[in-house]
């Protein structure tokens, strides 16, 4: 059974860069298509990032385009979002979540398995 951990969150201050971890075990993340997720207090869950089974990465609000990368490493099965020139607005619970699709969505509900999250704080 899939599984999902998040590591590399942490306080940061604003222009500076993250990069956050998603390790899976259990099954190969080959086979499925991975998304990032974010989760601000009293904001609904959104979509940042996506990697598709089908070899497409994306990003999905403006506010994120040029700055987060998404990559994976099969070889790890790990999945990574580098997030560069980072905003006040962009602290959150940041989740990565697998689905076996074919390609990305930035709805939460596309996705079944999530990991437990990790804490981006960024502030001066």
């Known amino acids: 059974q899939l599984q999902l951990v998040e590591s590399g969150g942490g306080l940061v201050q604003p222009g500076g860069s993250l990069r956050l971890s998603c390790a899976a075990s259990?099954?190969?993340?080959?086979?499925?298509?991975i998304g990032w997720f974010r989760q601000a207090p009293g904001k609904e869950r959104e979509g940042v990032s996506c990697?598709?089974?089908?070899?497409?990465?994306?990003n999905y609000p403006d506010s994120v385009k040029g700055r987060f990368t998404i990559s994976r490493d099969n070889a790890k099965n790990t999945v990574y979002l580098q997030m560069n020139s980072l905003k006040p607005e962009d602290t959150a619970v940041y989740y990565c979540?697998?689905?076996?699709?074919?390609?990305?969505?930035?709805?939460?509900?596309?996705?079944?398995?999530w990991g437990q999250g990790t804490q981006v704080t960024v502030s001066s």
């Open positions: 979540a697998a689905a076996p699709r074919w390609l990305c969505s930035a709805r939460p509900t596309d996705f079944g398995v």
């Open positions: 990697d598709s089974q089908s070899g497409g990465s994306t």
């Open positions: 259990g099954t190969t993340l080959q086979y499925y298509t």
